[in-house]
Structure formats: C-alpha cells, structure tokens
C-alpha cells in the first residue's frame, strides 16, 4: 500500500468535506449533507481524485463506530426508560410496511408469483433491503440541531437500534427461507444473548471505570480505555453474536453513559470524530457511488424503490408514534428521522447477492436510497424543526428522576 | 480486508499501550518505551494478537505526520533562531561521526578494502544507515518532560530536522557513488526548492488561516485545515521534492505556529494524537519486529552496531554542543536526544537492499538499533534532565524579542 497517498487523499477529503459543509450550512442545509455531496464530487462519480480504498473504508468504519459510540454515551437512560416500549413499537410498524411495500413494489414491476417460487423470494428481498435504518446520520443532524436529547431524538434512536435488532432478523428469516441452516430461533437467542452479555460485561467494566474515574478524573485513560472497550464490544457483537457492530458501539456508549466523566469521554471523542474521521465516513458514502456507471435500464424500478422506502417508513414509524400519541408534526418527524438508510442496507443488499435472492442490479436502487435518504433527511428535520418545535412530553409518563437534559 | 478484524486489533493496541505507558511511567520510564514494549508484546514476537498490517502502516504513518507537526506548531521561531547556526553545526558532525564510526565498525568485523571496491560501499552503507535520526520519539519524551521548548530541546529538534536533510543528501550521494544517475546536486537542488516552495505557499496559507482565525476564531475550520495543509504538505514534500513527508508535516507545523489560534489547533492535534494515531504509531514500532526470527549469526555485529550508532550520536552531537558552548550536562542531553532511530533508517535499510548495497541479515541490526535506542534515549534523557536541570542560556544570543516559552 502506497502510504503517501493516504495523506494525499485525508487532505483532500477532509477539505472538500469541511468546505461542502460550510457551504450547506450557508444554503440551510445540515453539514452532513455537503459533506457527502463533497464526497460525490472528488469520488469517481466526477473529479476521481480520491478512489474508496480498503484504508479509506476502514476509516470510515471507525468514523461510524465512534459515531454510534458517541451517541450512546449521549444517551439519556431516563428518557429512554420513557420511550422503550413506544420505540419497541415504531421500530415494529417501521419494519413490518416498507418490507410488505417493498415486496409489493417488485411485484407490480416484475409480475406478481406464488409463495414459495424464486420470484417471490427476490420480492420479498427487495422488501427486506427497506427493512434496516441507518441512523448514524439522523443522529449528526439531530446533534447538529440540538436535539439529540429530546423526545423525539431519543424516540428515533431507541427505535433505530430496535429496527437493526428487527432487520437483522427478516434478514436472517428471509434467507432461512431458502436455507435451512439458519434458523430464526437461534438467531433471536444469539441477539438476546448479546444484549445478556453485554449487560453482564457492561457491569463489570462500568464498576471498574468508575473506579478509575474516581482516582484519576480527567486523566486520558478515560476516554482511551472507553474507546478501546467501544471497539472490542462491537467486535465482539459482530464476530461471535453476528449482531451489526454499529449496535455493539452504541451500546458501549450507553454503558458507560452513566460515569461522572461521561461528557468529558464523549468530548474527546467528538473532536477524534469531526477531525478526521466523521469526514471520511460520509464522505465515503459519496465515493462508494460512480454516477457515471449507474445502470439506466432500471432506473425507473430505482427511483419507484426510492420513493416507497422513504414513504414506507414515514408510514409505519410516523404512523405509529402518531397513534402512541405524539403530535402530528413530532410523528412527522419520528418518520423522517427513521428514512435513512446506510451501510447496513448495503451488507444486506451484498448478503442477498452471494445467496442468489438480489441481482447485481438492484445495487443501483439501494446506493440511490443511501444518497437521497441521507441527504433529504437532515433537510426535512431541519425544515421540520425550525416550522415546528418539539411539544412538551413531560407528561408522557412521570420520570423517575429529571432528566438530565 | 476485513474492517471487523481491525476493530480487534486497535482495541488491543490502545489498550495495552496505555497500560505499559502507565507501567513504564511506575518504572520512572517514559510512556513511549512502554508503548514500544506493548507493540513487541502483542505483535508476533510473543502473543501474535496484533500483526502490522497496511491498515496499521496507514494509521501509523498518520500518527507521525501528526507527531511531527504538532512539534512544528510547538516551535519557538525565537529560540529556532538563536539555535539554527548551532543547530547545523551539531547536525553536521551529528552525521559525520556515525558515518566514519558505521564504515570503520564494518571494516574490523569484515576487513578492510580499498575505496571504490563493492566491500568498501557495503561499509560505507553501514554508516549511511547510522545518520538519519529520528526525532519523533525524543519529541514526545521531551513533551512529557516539558522541556520541547527549551534550549536544550530546539537545539534537539532543529537539529534533527537539519539532520534528515543531510542524512538525504548522504543516502543520495552513496547510493550516487554506484548509480551515475542519481547526482547530489539535482538532490541538494530539489531540497532547497522544496524550502522555497514551502516558504511561498506557506506565507499564502499563513495569510489566508489568518483571515479566517481572526473572523471565526476557535472555530472547528481552523484544525482541520491546519490539519489539511499539513497532510497536502507532507505528500508534496515527499512526491514532488523527495524530502521526507514527516519534514514536511514539521514544516507545515512552523508555518501555522506563529497564528493567534496555534495552541488551539495543537490542542486538538494532540488529542487525535494520543487517543489512538501515537499509541499506533509507537506500538507498530514493536509489530514489526519479531524477535523469534531474529537472525543469530550476526548477533555480535550487531550489538556493536547498536552501541556505535549510539554513542556515534551522542560523540558527533554531544561534542559539538560542548564546543558551542553548552554546559556538560546538556551537551550530552543533546548527544542523547540525537541517538533515536526510527523509520527513516528503516527506509535507508530498504532503499539499500533495493540498489545491492545493503543485505537483508542487516535488517535486524537496524530494528535491534531502532528498539534500543527508541528505548533508551527517553530513559537516559529523563535521568538526566532530574539529575540536572537545564543551564540558562539567556546569555547566549540577545533575543530580538522575549522568547514565548
């Protein structure tokens, strides 16, 4: 590996990144937004001055990594105890319309076919591609709002975490149905499992910390043992409970959200964050697209695929916290908050492909959902929020204590 | 590449770096050696967990351009001034002493030959690999002495910066001896132009920073195009110039360390520094090595090739300094903080094995060098800095103004 490159490269990705940013912020728009347009811009989409290396993904992994982490530790527990079963519920609906919408949306392309035949597998795909939010950017928008803490912010992020949980399991469903060595139970257990583990682990490592905190408060330790458990926590997911490591990172963060030096841990990690690496993790998002080479023949199928994947969500999450008793405008932006979609649509898209249930194709539609979606959602919620301030909740059910905020 | 796995292996790093930092701090050792020892622990000599892939080659690399330019920024041009004649000078005979000491070393072990033989260039070549320091490891020992920015520690940095150029130009002359296309002055040519370069983008981005400082001062644009300009200069350096990268990170430091907001952008350079690039960097000193392959039969050679590499420095540099005027004490703080190899030697190593001048058993006196002297030069340095203060050296040069410190 050319070592020199990479720094060729960080200069120009983290420029261009900073510049669109600024811009986009000039225009309204949240930084996340420019951020990945300046991704589009220097990738192979147009001027190809920095290509999607392996380094460049492994830094953008550790982008997202530290971004979940950072979004745990931001974690508010009493809210969370107050939006639990509602976010249960949200990411439920959330899940369950854009999987049945999206099956349907092949079928009224491609022919609708019985139960049971190849055809109807790759709908049902399709449908399961819709499935997982990436809330990675809702989460840089809402901070970047300010909102990260409220009840709304805490709603989608809940719901978010749900929703992986969910995905991961129509994912694992969809293909037991064409392979019997997966099952839907052990999945669940290996899920449950984790969160046991974690739980059990958590402790130990929050008594410890604190511990450390106590006798060395503000010391770097802190936040370089913290990071370093984020990291091995969300290996650990991965590896050994196949849960996304995103999910490991957040709940990492949550884990320690707790500890008297919780703020002075997530400041240092923000600053590692929008350094060097939150720039190279959207940015990538734009680099992994070459418009250029984007298959034309499908492109009405893809821009149908966009549209009721966003909607899809904005239904069955919106729809949902609608009835739980939000306001409609807050409901609004529950559902918009939970349109985007990421890397795990991605891996899911890439997983369908090795079994045989997704042609390469599709690719198009799923990268076109991950730009628009994550360009249009902070649009909206930032739109939605300067019409419409979040409603007052307090009375949603009695806090055990007030929330922090 | 699996980015899971690298989630793995940085976990183990930062962690187990901090924990032999604090070890070696217990020990009244300097945090780096114990940084140094983790990597030789974790990597393939002993436990294996850690192997010194590209990924951890890219992040290491970035930890020393950040390394060296968060020295730059913490340049006093006032002191570099009132050290830069002495400076040179100690850099001279910094390289000339190990040069001479290398080729005669070479020679007892395996006999003396006539200037212009093939034997007479391999010497030479030994020499040749004993010039380059490297100055990042005394960097950050001085760093947490606090005593960078003294007279002791500029003299140490400028004159290793001066160093690297010479060593440059020694390595290009050398190799010139065998290779007629290679000529010293095209190569000293190129390095100076890289100064001018340098001197001219650098007075436009230091006018430009300081515009954008003084309108939105403590901003987050301004590290992160300090950081910027500090990866596009290190690339040029080495693209365009053939100067090292880490010179040119040094340089884009000095260029931005005379702006309102320098302590701001260092501040935030150090924290990506310590939280995970340094511990990287330092640790991949240790990967590299695996002390199992170790080859045997040069083991004598090279224990002699260690210490003449050593005291070579120390002799060459130390002398000077007494020369110029530097109390005892701090002439051989000043030999011993010249002694550390590191990277560039590594790459002297390999240019020399590349063009015939070198064999590949040399390899592991030069990584035997690089472990010892990484290790020993911040304990020796730390001992004599609690043994004897720094001397007051006000009297040397008026300063046109009062030194910053």
Redesign the interface.
Known sequence: ?D??????Q???I??FA?LFG?IARKLKAPEVAGEIVAGLLIGPSLLNWVADT??I??MA??GV?MLMFDAGLETNIQQMKRTGLKATLIAATGVLVPLVLGTFLYMIFYGFSAIGSEKFYHALFIGTIMTATSVSITVQALKELGKLNGMVGTTIVSAAIIDDVLGIIVLTFVIGLKDPSQNILTVTLRTLLFFVFAAAVGWVVYKVMNVIDEKHPHT??I???A??????L??IA??FFGVA?ITGAYVAGMVLCSLRDDSYIAR?MD??S???FG?VFFCSIGLQTNVRTLDTSIIWFSLAFVAIAMIGKVIGCGGMAKILGFTKEDSLKVGVGMMTRGEVALIVSQTGLRVGMLESQYFTSVILLIIFSSILTPIFLKNLYEKHGEADYTDFRHPVKPARG
Chains 1, 2 share one sequence.
């Open positions: 590996m070592t020199l490159d990479l720094l060729r960080l200069a120009i983290i420029f900073k600024l392996d380094f993904k492994g992994e550790i990594i770097r330790r936040p370089i043992l990071l370093a458990f984020c990291f091995i969300s290996y991965d590896k490591d240092k600053i590692g929008y350094m060097l720039p």
